[in-house]
């Protein structure tokens, strides 16, 4: 619970949005891994009117990992990976 994320929950709200990941139609769960500490969390969301909505079927996210440059320097990212299946 945080003020970003009551904001966020306003304009949800505000503007009559569905939040698919919060959906029995969304699987994966993490968007965020801290560097510093592990720790996992979500910061992307897919946000849908709940007319679009109705046409999702099934929404995955994940987190790939990836090597920014091919060197030995080079530090292994996430990045964040969205499939979204409709009608």
Same mark, same amino acid.
């Given at each position: @619970?945080?003020p970003?994320g009551r !904001? !966020? =929950? *306003?304009? /949800?709200? #505000?503007q009559? !949005?569905v939040?698919? *990941? +919060?959906? *029995?139609?969304s699987?994966?769960?993490?968007?965020?891994? +801290?560097?510093?500490t592990?720790?996992?969390?979500?910061? #992307?969301y897919? !946000?849908?009117?709940? @007319?679009?909505?109705?046409? $999702? $079927?099934n929404?995955?996210?994940?987190l /790939?990992? +990836? #090597?920014l =440059?091919?060197?030995?320097?080079?530090?292994?990212?996430?990045?964040?990976? +969205?499939? $979204?299946?409709? =009608?």
């Amino acid at each position: @619970d945080s003020p970003n994320g009551r !904001l !966020l =929950l *306003n304009v /949800v709200e #505000d503007q009559s !949005l569905v939040v698919v *990941n +919060f959906s *029995n139609k969304s699987s994966g769960t993490w968007t965020h891994v +801290f560097r510093t500490t592990g720790r996992m969390s979500h910061l #992307d969301y897919a !946000l849908t009117s709940t @007319d679009f909505n109705k046409n $999702i $079927i099934n929404m995955t996210m994940r987190l /790939v990992w +990836f #090597d920014l =440059l091919a060197s030995k320097r080079a530090k292994v990212r996430p990045f964040n990976s +969205f499939q $979204i299946t409709t =009608l």
